[in-house]
C-alpha cells in the first residue's frame, strides 16, 4: 500500500470522523476498496488515521528528492539549496594544516577541486570533511617519508665515518662549501629536496664523496691567517665562529663578504690537517 492510498483513505473518512467524533462503530464500513479497507485495519480510529496522513503530508512536504539523470535547472536549484550545496564552486572554503600556508600548486588542486564538488553537488560541510581527511592522509605520508630519510641518514652518516674517519667533519665541510661555491641557490634547493634511497641527495653518501674531492680539489690559492696575539681559542673555535660570520652574512644577501670569510674558513681548515 502506498503514500497516496493511505491519503485517500483519510480523505474519504475525514467527514465520518467529524460527524460521529472520535470513532463511531462502523467507521470502516463506508471504505469499499479492498485495500483500502486491510490499511484502515491498522488504526485504532478514524482519527489516528487521519493523523498519520497529516504525519506523512508532514515528512514528504520536508523530503529531499534525489536529482535524476535529466534533472532540470529548476530542480538542481532546489536541490543545492535544501542540502547546503554552494551557489558556485568559489563558495567551497579549504581549510590547510595548522601553521601551513597554501602554496600556488595547494591553491590550484583546491580550485579543481571545487569545479568538481560543485558539479557533483557535494555540500560545503563535506567538502570541508573531505578535505580534512586529505590532510591527515598527507601529514601520514609526510610523517613516513620523514622516519624513512631519518634512517637513510644515520645509515648514509655510518658509511661516511667509516670512510673518512678523523677527517669525516672536514671532508663534510669540503663538500657543503663545494655544493655552495659550485651550485646557485636553486641547487641548493634541489640538493635538499630530490630523494635519492630515501635521503636527500645532498645528504647521499656517493654526493658528499663526490663533492668532497671537489672541494678539497679546488684550484683557489689558501689565505694565510695569523693568529691574533693573546688569542687563545683553538682552530676548531674559530672555525666555527668564521661558520657563523659566512651565515651572517649570507642572511644579509653579502655574497661578496661570506665568500670572502669562506676563504678565509678554509685556510682555517688547512691548518686543521697541517
Keep these: 500500500m502506498d503514500d497516496a492510498v493511505a491519503v485517500e483513505a483519510a480523505e474519504n473518512i475525514d467527514d465520518d470522523a467529524s460527524t460521529y467524533g472520535d470513532s463511531p462503530p462502523d467507521w470502516r464500513a463506508s471504505i ?16 489516528a488515521m487521519a493523523k498519520a496522513v497529516s504525519d506523512l503530508r508532514r515528512e514528504t512536504a520536508t523530503r529531499i528528492k534525489p536529482l535524476g539523470e535529466n534533472a ?7 536541490y543545492r539549496k535544501q542540502t547546503g550545496v554552494p551557489l558556485s564552486a568559489d563558495g567551497y572554503a579549504f581549510d590547510m594544516p595548522q601553521g601551513v600556508e597554501p602554496s600556488e600548486a595547494d591553491t590550484a588542486f583546491q580550485s579543481e577541486m571545487a569545479k568538481a564538488m560543485h558539479g557533483a553537488n557535494v555540500t560545503g560541510g563535506q567538502a ?18 620523514d622516519a624513512v630519510s631519518a634512517v637513510a641518514r644515520e645509515q648514509g652518516v655510518a658509511v ?12 663534510i665541510e669540503y663538500a657543503r662549501r663545494a655544493a655552495l661555491d659550485f651550485g646557485s641557490e636553486s641547487f641548493v634547493e634541489f640538493l635538499e629536496t630530490k630523494i635519492v634511497d630515501g635521503a636527500p641527495l645532498g645528504d647521499h653518501p656517493a654526493f658528499i664523496k663526490a663533492f668532497a674531492r671537489i672541494g678539497r680539489g679546488a684550484g683557489e690559492a689558501p689565505i694565510d691567517i695569523e693568529t691574533p696575539a693573546g688569542d687563545s681559542a683553538t682552530l676548531d673555535e674559530r672555525i666555527r665562529a668564521k661558520r657563523g660570520e659566512i651565515q651572517q652574512a649570507l642572511d644579509r644577501g653579502d655574497h661578496k663578504r661570506a665568500h670572502r670569510l669562506d676563504r678565509e674558513e678554509r685556510a682555517l681548515w688547512g691548518r686543521v690537517g697541517g
Excluded at 32 to 47: F, I, K, N, Q, T
Excluded at 131 to 145: C, E, P
Design 128 to 145: 570541508k570533511a573531505l578535505g580534512a581527511a586529505f590532510n591527515d592522509y598527507v601529514a601520514r605520508q609526510q610523517a613516513d617519508t
Design 72 to 78: 532540470s535547472p529548476e530542480d538542481v536549484a532546489a
Design 32 to 47: 469499499e476498496d479492498p485495500d483500502l479497507h486491510r490499511l484502515s485495519e491498522r488504526y485504532e480510529s478514524a482519527s
Design 160 to 171: 661516511l665515518k667509516r670512510e673518512f674517519g678523523g677527517d669525516y667533519d672536514r671532508n
